[in-house]
């Protein structure tokens, strides 16, 4: 039977064009990679679309998205931009075979100041997180995606049943050009979304933070503030005032 999420539950807003201002996307080899995470966006627009008009648009190909969670991302995710690339990012991650699925108490507004920021934030972190998991047999793959938006603070974590981030390794890995994995040339070099991540959640005064997942796996947590501008305070000073 085939689901159908209605043209009433899925506003279509234009997407903005909304690019994270901070000095790493000067960078030529930084813009290269990001081109995924806008290429997963655009799909998840795309998909989206294709779901509010219960038709496939001319030149592609029924998906086999899991619509249940489609349903999730449009009722909790407000903004346009955030909820294309979530969508974008669930097309990606069932073709490896991942499970990728949003926290129930997942929430965020229409409104978002930079919301370019939090795409790549949450794309970066996803990507990681699949990654992580993919090449796994022994269980279902799974990632979890928790979003909060509350007393001007968005809080982003990442979570997966892989292997986990050993401890030795937790401050090495946001630095520029870490990586586990060879690169497959010097013109796509690794090591650069954890040391970007970090690079914006500081820019909004925030911070990234690395721990277990409970039943083994790792969980990225994010907390930056919700007004995209250079802060004097953290967060954390921020929420205690």
Known sequence: MRHHIGRSSMPLEGIPSDVPDVPHFADAHVR???????????????????????????????TSLPLAEVGEIVQR??????????VGKLLAASERGVRLRLSPGS???????????????????IENAVDAVADMSRFTPTVE????????????????NGTGVDPCRRQWIFERGASTKPSPSPAWPRGLG??????????RGGTI???DREGGGAVFTVRMAAVRT????????????
């Open 194 to 203: 954890l040391p970007l991540v970090r690079a914006i959640a500081e820019e």
């Open 32 to 62: 290269r990679h990001e081109r995924r995470n806008a290429l997963h966006t655009l799909q998840g627009l795309m998909e989206l679309a294709r779901h509010a008009g219960d038709r496939p648009a001319p030149g592609t190909s029924p």
């Open 209 to 211: 933070t690395v721990g």
């Open 230 to 241: 250079r802060l004097w305070m953290s967060v954390d000073r921020q929420k205690s005032r």
């Open 145 to 160: 995606v928790a979003l909060r938006h509350d007393q001007g603070v968005i809080e982003l974590s990442v979570s997966d």
């Open 77 to 86: 995710v407000g903004n346009s931009l955030i909820r294309a690339q979530l």
């Open 107 to 125: 929430f965020l507004p229409r409104d978002i100041d930079g919301a370019g920021d939090v795409v790549t934030v949450v794309g970066n972190l």
